[in-house]
């Protein structure tokens, strides 16, 4: 969320903003309401100034047994005008809460401009191993491969749940649990995260702290009856572990890791990569939550890019990074790289992770806040948070880059000890 005062002193920056972002909130609206509160504000003040001047002089009355009836009269109005400016006051208040929730963040000055993906620009690229030898192009697709070897059953996933949520099998299941755990101890042993294990459902508070309500509800999977909702990534229950907290200055950079299954309805994706394992409705993945300084927040974002390309790297797959231009970065970030993995059936670049700064956005939100000092009014946090990585397209990455001309898969050597085994179809 936008602080008021910003969006009152940047408001053709805010709009412009918003505009790149694909959004509409009504902002010459909120000036407006806020104008219209700030006046009521000012005059509330006053009456309630008038009224505690007036009513010493009716003390003063009485004492001296003189008739103080005019005056108590004219207190009953300023009353029942205070009364009514202070409802006035927290309608408005609701009004420009409601616009606000649906302002897009601002983008950081390093962001480029653009209106789609075509303008994102490529920062780098690593090529990967090639651990088989003699390898000459691309036989088949993750897909085949999965249902040759009996890793991954679509149809019976299907079957149980419906399209998007895959049951994996056999060494499928084990090459899944073996990445989580891989991912999770490379995180914790070497890049100083505490690893947190979280609830799957949350409150409406807590998708309100990162950004997800009221903007995105038609995406989430909900528990009417008990004001629930599935989680679209771990980032949401570990950012709102502090909610309403006051950290000290000593204990950032926070950092915590955590496992979850994802949760989303892809509405408005029908009919768009859905193939095999591409785009899911249910999904794991490994987040990694940073809480910091406001000084250290893009120094740390570096920082984090570089976490979730170590595991790329030790994998050997082969990846890029991007630096997402205004038009794609998502509503609640100011600066976001994404990571994607090249493969050779699709013939194009697919995202395993996401890292953005949302600054103070969702700090503002979910009221996340530090003291710079002992004694120092508190401050709010800048967090931070990147897929470190979801499975399903590093999946599809092992399967169509280990395989070997004989229609087995080989492990990466970094898994093998979580697997167990070096190869899924040996004969």
């Not at 972002?21 to 000036?31: E, L, M, N, S």
């Not at 075509?118 to 697709?141: L, T």
């Not at 149809?155 to 399209?163: D, H, L, Q, V």
């Not at 294990?197 to 509800?217: D, E, H, I």
């Amino acid at each position: 969320m936008l602080d008021t005062k910003f969006i009152r002193e940047h408001t053709e920056r805010v709009i412009q903003n918003s505009s790149a972002k694909h959004a509409q909130p009504d902002i010459p609206g909120f000036v407006r309401l806020d104008e219209r509160r700030r006046a009521i504000i000012q005059e509330g003040q006053d009456l309630k100034a008038k009224r505690n001047t007036v009513s010493d002089e009716i003390a003063r009355l009485k004492k001296a047994k003189e008739n103080a009836d005019q005056r108590i009269a004219e207190m009953k109005i300023v009353s029942d005008t205070i009364k009514h400016l202070d409802e006035e006051l927290r309608g408005i208040e609701e009004q420009m809460e409601h616009i606000a929730l649906f302002v897009p963040n601002i983008t950081h000055t390093s962001v480029p401009h653009g209106k789609d993906a075509s303008a994102n620009i490529e920062v780098r690229r690593k090529d990967g191993i090639n651990p088989c030898e003699g390898e000459k192009g691309f036989r088949k697709d993750h897909a085949t491969l999965a249902k040759e070897h009996g890793i991954v059953d679509f149809e019976r996933g299907a079957k149980i749940s419906g399209s998007g949520f895959p049951l994996y099998t056999g060494k499928g299941a084990r090459l899944e649990r073996a990445l989580l755990n891989f991912m999770l101890d490379r995180h914790t042993l070497h890049n100083g995260y505490t690893e947190v294990f979280v609830p799957f459902l949350v409150n409406a508070a807590s998708m309100r702290g990162t950004g997800q309500l009221p903007k995105f509800a038609d995406d989430m999977y909900a528990c009417a009856d008990d004001e629930l909702y599935l989680i679209p990534t771990a980032e949401v229950p570990i950012t709102n572990i502090y909610r309403d907290d006051i950290l000290t200055s000593a204990e950032l950079t926070k950092k915590h890791c955590g496992y979850s299954a994802c949760f989303r309805r892809e509405g408005g994706s029908y009919g768009k990569d859905t193939r095999g394992l591409l785009r899911l409705h249910q999904f794991n993945k490994v987040e990694l939550v940073q809480f910091a300084k406001p000084e250290d927040s893009y120094n740390q974002l570096e920082l984090l890019v570089g976490e979730a390309e170590g595991i790329l790297e030790t994998l050997g797959i082969p990846y890029r990074t991007i630096l997402l231009c205004d038009g794609d970065t998502g509503f609640s970030s100011a600066k976001t790289y994404d990571l994607e993995v090249w493969s050779p059936a699709e013939q194009k670049w697919l995202e395993v992770s996401s890292c953005s700064n949302f600054e103070d956005f969702q700090a503002r939100r979910a009221n996340i806040r530090y003291r710079p000092e002992p004694s120092a009014k508190p401050e709010f946090v800048h967090t931070l948070n990147g897929s470190g990585l979801a499975t399903p397209r590093l999946v599809v990455a092992i399967l169509e880059h280990y395989q070997t001309e004989d229609g087995r898969i080989r492990i990466p050597d970094a898994l093998q000890p979580y697997c167990g085994f070096e190869w899924i179809g040996e004969k």
